[in-house]
């Protein structure tokens, strides 16, 4: 059963101070990891699918990067409107086409 | 373009009452995904379709249906309401399987 971790559950950052979030998963073969933000009592916005060890993706102040065990999300100088929670969900390359999502890590910026 | 819709937004039925969720995806997408999202936990995975045909299923009683017409809008039907059913309900759309998934802004179900 694919199983997906993330950390820390919470985070609190000044404007300007960098941070990360991981995301740890398990799988049987992985197809595609992808990161989401959602605001509160809105759906899930697609930030970015990651296919293999060693890719990265960036936009703006977020940049994502993979490995065979985890994924981080770096926010490089966050500003207040980046306040949100972010998704992390795996897709298995068998069976189904569909995402297994982690509990998310609430982030908050505070100008 | 339009992205992912879904209707109604919010919406408060009683225990042991039914109710049907109904979602638009994004033009030329042609698979359309049910998510459950309680509070503070990640969507769950509830439904699958791809050209009108059932490709998953997650772990979900019977009492969630759903279908995909040929327009590749769909429902989410759900019988008898339990309290614990109260959540917020996603439709997630894309191109065909395997691509990445574009939700809507979901219809928040109150069962009281």
């Known amino acids: 059963e694919d199983q997906v971790t993330q950390s820390p559950e919470a985070l609190r950052l000044q404007e300007g101070e960098s941070s990360s979030l991981n995301c740890s998963y398990t799988v049987s073969g992985l197809r595609g990891l992808f990161w989401y933000r959602q605001d509160p009592g809105k759906g899930p916005e697609f930030l970015f699918t990651l296919y293999s060890a060693g890719e990265e993706k960036e936009k703006e102040r977020l940049k994502a990067t993979l490995t065979k065990k985890e994924s981080f999300l770096h926010i490089t100088a966050p500003k207040p409107e980046d306040s949100a929670t972010y998704l992390c969900?795996?897709?298995?390359?068998?069976?189904?086409?569909?995402?297994?999502f982690g509990k998310g890590t609430m982030l908050l910026v505070s100008p | 373009d339009a992205g992912v819709t879904q209707s109604p937004t919010h919406l408060i039925k009683t225990r042991g009452q039914h109710v049907t969720l109904r979602c638009s995806p994004i033009s030329g997408h042609k698979s359309v995904s049910w998510y459950q999202q309680v509070l503070g936990q990640g969507p769950q995975f509830i439904f699958q379709y791809y050209e009108k045909e059932e490709r998953g299923r997650g772990n979900f009683p019977d009492r969630f249906s759903a279908r995909q017409f040929p327009n590749y809008s769909s429902e989410l039907n759900v019988n008898a309401l339990l309290l614990g059913d109260s959540a917020l309900y996603l439709c997630?759309?894309?191109?065909?399987?395997?691509?990445?998934?574009?939700f809507g802004p979901g219809t928040r179900l109150t069962v009281t």
């Open positions: 997630a759309s894309s191109l065909s399987l395997g691509n990445e998934q574009y």
């Open positions: 969900a795996v897709q298995d390359r068998s069976g189904y086409s569909t995402l297994t």
